[in-house]
């Protein structure tokens, strides 16, 4: 079996915690376009809400899986909430309320869980209680791996974008390119898209799996959507790419484990889907984007 398989139970507890801390920062961030204000960074030890204020407080909710550990912080003081087996996302939940209560955070946070399969509020769950050390380290080397390789790839392109981090809603390390030309979602009904997706993009993201999916992939999706067309792939992308009609998106499985995923071959799929959806998409004056930037190589390797 794939990752995912192997660990859907911890992947699932984990993804929970992380609409905790997700939907802190709904409540509590400036709001930005495509929701980039509700992403969570992605850390040496884990992910976290990054600095957010409350009055005269300003606080952070990070989740370190190294140290096993959720660290509730202020200008003051710290609070530590312990990540392990058998503690149920009620637990989880209570916890971080009471915590950041006790700091001078009154936490209120809408708290069903969005866009999972599982709809129990937070404060009700005690189904999902898996927690393996050894796993979520996993997913940490995952995550970073994957915001490594898309950093790499977005960062020196001339365009506006949303730099990678933890979209909790899908649990996926994604970041965007959005191009200046606006594009209503056509159902203004559905609160999560209408705000995704309102001007012409492209996602670059990744996921470590679902129910089809046994490996972790990344992905590429151009909006507005691709529709009615089977986009083509050629020999710029890396063996195993291939575009989806049914998830209008390109798809690139890693089935090695993440120690021998190869991040120039990731760098490459993003890359090559990034042109081919530039193409598709009609965008103009984007002929400067890939243009290399004048500037000495720096220490990031």
């Known amino acids: ?43 040496p030890r884990g992910f976290t809400t990054g600095l957010l204020r409350y009055n005269a407080h300003h606080f952070e909710i990070e989740v370190d899986l190294i140290k096993n550990e959720i660290i509730s912080k202020t200008e003051k003081d710290d609070a530590v909430i ?68 898309e950093q790499q790839f977005l960062a020196p392109i001339r365009q506006r974008k949303i730099y990678p981090g933890l979209f909790w809603g899908t649990f996926d390390v994604t970041g965007i390119i959005v191009y200046n030309e606006f594009e209503p979602f056509p159902d203004d009904s559905r609160i999560i898209e209408r705000a995704a997706f309102d001007e012409h993009m492209i996602e670059f993201g990744f996921w470590l799996g679902d129910d089809k999916f046994e490996h972790p992939t990344f992905f590429t999706l151009p909006y507005p959507f691709v529709e009615g067309v089977e986009l083509k792939t050629d020999d710029s992308f890396p063996e195993g790419s291939y575009f989806s009609p049914d998830m209008a998106e390109y798809l690139y499985e890693i089935k ?12 490459r799929f993003l890359e090559a889907s990034c042109r081919k959806s530039f193409e598709y998409l009609e965008w103009e004056n984007t002929h400067h984007c890939f243009v290399e930037l004048k500037m000495e190589p720096n220490k990031k390797q």
């Not at 999972?116 to 050894?134: A, G, K, W």
């Not at 090695?256 to 760098?267: F, G, L, R, S």
């Open 1 to 43: 079996m794939g990752f995912y398989k192997t660990h859907k139970n911890e992947i699932i507890t984990l993804q929970l915690v992380s609409q905790i801390l997700g939907k802190v920062k709904l409540e509590y961030a400036a709001q930005e376009p495509q929701w980039a204000h509700v992403v969570l960074d992605i850390t």
């Open 82 to 149: 312990t990540l392990e087996d058998g503690k149920t996302i009620r637990d989880y939940y209570q916890e971080i309320v009471r915590t950041a209560d006790d700091l001078g955070i009154p936490l209120s946070i809408h708290t069903t869980p969005q866009e999972m399969e599982t709809t129990t509020p937070f404060e009700d769950d005690v189904e999902h209680h898996h927690y393996n050390e050894d796993v979520a380290k996993q997913i940490l080397k995952w995550f970073q791996f994957a915001w490594d390789a």
């Open 256 to 267: 090695n484990d993440v120690d021998q995923a190869d991040p120039a071959e990731v760098i």
